[in-house]
């Protein structure tokens, strides 16, 4: 986090950003800080930073994909896979009532 301090405290960069993505910015690092201790013994601390982030954004993306696939092929009507995480009857439409 030391190192995501000095991006903040040194460079004014950021304050042109558009809100919703410095909010998001913000929001990723925050995530990514979690992971301080192993980064920060990194030769390249920035750069292990980043890799953290990647994993962190690759991991959510996969979470969602298989959360679409569950809902693609419950709107298909094929049973759920094995031990997939899908969705349990009736939880699809009440989670599409709200909308």
Known sequence: MESLKKLFEDDEWRESLDPEIKRKMELLLRRVSS??????????????????ALADVYSRVERMDKRLNSIERALRGEEPKEGGGEFKEGVLKDSLKKY
Do not use: D, L, M
């Open 35 to 52: 992971e301080e201790r192993s980064y920060k013994s990194a030769k390249h601390k920035a750069t292990a930073q980043i890799w953290v």
